[in-house]
């Protein structure tokens, strides 16, 4: 997971995403600090990026299989 400016990236090596899957979400409307999150496959990795719209604080972990992000309203 790496900040970019107002995004987050998340990027999953060696890790595959369908062409379905591949799309832009706006989740503007649900009161969270989040404006969209995009999924992408880039060469032999997926891609989730996570565009905010306000002051945040993240964190991130995996526990075996399962991958967690949390974005909360925050300082930054």
């Not at 987050?8 to 595959?16: G, H, N, P, Q, R």
């Not at 995403?17 to 649900?30: G, T, Y």
């Amino acid at each position: 997971v790496r900040l970019q400016g107002r995004r987050l990236i998340v990027s999953f090596l060696d890790t595959a995403i369908d062409a379905a899957s591949q799309r832009r979400l706006d989740v503007l409307d649900f009161a969270t600090p989040i404006e969209a999150i995009e999924a992408r496959s880039a060469g032999r990795d997926a891609l989730l990026v996570v565009e905010t719209s306000a002051a945040f604080d993240y964190s991130a972990r995996q526990s075996n299989a399962e991958f967690i992000l949390s974005v909360t309203p925050g300082p930054r």
